[in-house]
């Protein structure tokens, strides 16, 4: 009895102490703090039942989403992504959060107009409300008109994303900012050249807008990543002398001309994409000399030209994506033409591995090379004029995924290890001269018939073309075929003989008449 007293004594002493260090460990939170987390939350219909401001009481212990700073009590962080807010923002609402670092508003139901500008409710002046917000993130919402002044106040600002609402006048930039995410919104005209105030500008993302003209000079000098994709811009810097530049997308342009040739003093380029541009310009093959890049993009301009050259010979030793299609690249391309594209080469170091020449007036043969691109997923070489075989080289491709080589002039048989590629989901292959029975293997057999149509010679499943021989025709077949190649081992004076005893035997057993008749009349055709 008395153990058992003592051990609850124990365990309640236990449990006690864990409360007071738990209640201890909390961060303290000042009264005014609390009551402005309050009204905020206050402000909004909440749209779902999970909000994670469920949990903001007045005498809640925590406050899912919000955390405080040790020192002042002040709120330094809050991240409302996905709270199922709905309603006006009112920004002044934080202007009493004077510590606050991190805002995350991402993906409410936010709408209207933002205020011009954010008071703190404390008699103190719009400049200094928020003056430790180093992110601000409001995206995916419903806010429109223009994006007020006071985000170019924040003097401590270092990342921003506005993106996915509908704002149609695009703000000043702190020159605090390194990070600024703007895309999917209605802006128009050209880049502001406020975009020129933060010299320490590393990532800038404008897709989706109708901003039009040149992209500014001032951002080819310290920019990192250049996301301008699906504008009406015409005009890209002559002057890329930025060491740092990693990212360069303007894909779904107006930009005319020819590539910038001072992109090749860009040593840290990875990606490049131009693609849906008016780009009238040889194949760049000083892009070369860029030891780092990834992935090219130059689909759907004006290249023309051969893609191949003796004077420079593709190394690629780290692309593992090309894409070069609906171009007017032409000529053909040697056996070895992907031998140096060593990284593409190496199995399982990338999961995004392609290879697309469609839509040009490439001719000859298919490069055998094309085999040791272990990594590959994808390869398009439709729409062309590569003759010849199919290389049966592509049966090493074990990762690839989808293969088109439709509307080409490739003869022959496909070869029957492509039936092999247990991940090939995808396969096109019509409208060439193929011949002979499609491979039996799944991936081929899970196809649509117009992935064969017009190859005339083609037989077998999923065609409706039988390739079906009884099994009398292929014994008969068979004993024809060895006896004809005992024949032919024979020496020429057997062959010879043979055939004088076998018009002999004819001769007699047919008539002399008939006989004539048949060695004169010419064959009929068949009925």
Known sequence: ?????????????????????????????????????????????????????????????????????????????????????????????????????????????????????????????????????????????????????????????????????????????????????????????????????????????????????????????????????????????DTFSNSSLKLLDVGHNQISGKLPRCLEHCKSLEFVDVEENQINDTFPFWLESLPNLKALILGSNRFYGPISSPQYPLTFSKLMIIDISRNMFKGSLPPNYFMNWSAAIRPGDSSNSLVDFSGNRFVGEIPESIGLLKSLLALNLSNNGFTGRIPSSLANLTELESLDISRNQLSGTIPQELGKLTFLSYINMSYNNLTGLIPQGTQFQTQNESAFVGNIGLCGFPLRKSCFVSATTQRQSSHASKAMHALNARNSLLLFSFLIVFHFVLFFSTGPAEYMGRSVRPPRGPY
């Open 1 to 237: 009895m008395t153990l058992h007293v003592l051990s609850c004594f124990f365990i309640c002493v236990f449990a006690l102490s864990f409360l007071v260090t738990t209640l201890a460990s909390l961060p303290s939170r000042r009264l005014d703090q609390v009551e402005s987390l309050l009204a905020f939350k206050n402000e909004f219909i909440l749209s779902c039942n999970n909000s994670v401001t469920n949990s903001w009481t007045r005498d809640a212990i925590s406050f899912d989403g919000v955390s405080f700073d040790e020192h002042t009590g002040g709120v330094m962080e809050l991240k409302l992504r996905g709270a199922c807010l709905s309603g006006t923002l009112d920004a002044n609402k934080f202007g009493r959060l004077t510590d606050l670092e991190f805002l995350d508003l991402h993906q409410n139901r936010f709408t209207g107009v933002l205020p011009s500008s954010i008071s703190s409710n404390l008699g103190l002046s719009n400049t200094t409300a928020l003056t430790k917000l180093r992110f601000l993130d409001i995206s995916n919402n419903s806010l429109q008109g223009k994006v007020p002044e006071w985000l170019s106040n924040l003097p401590s600002l270092t990342a921003t994303n506005l993106s996915h609402n509908s704002f149609d006048s695009f703000p000043n930039i702190p020159p605090t900012a390194k990070y600024v995410v703007a895309s999917n919104n209605n802006f128009t005209g050209e880049m502001p050249l406020s975009l020129c105030n933060p010299r320490n500008l590393l990532y800038l993302e404008l897709s989706h807008n109708s901003l039009t003209g040149s992209v500014p000079r001032c951002l080819s000098e310290s920019i990192t990543v250049l996301y301008l994709r699906h504008n009406n811009l015409t005009t890209l810097p």
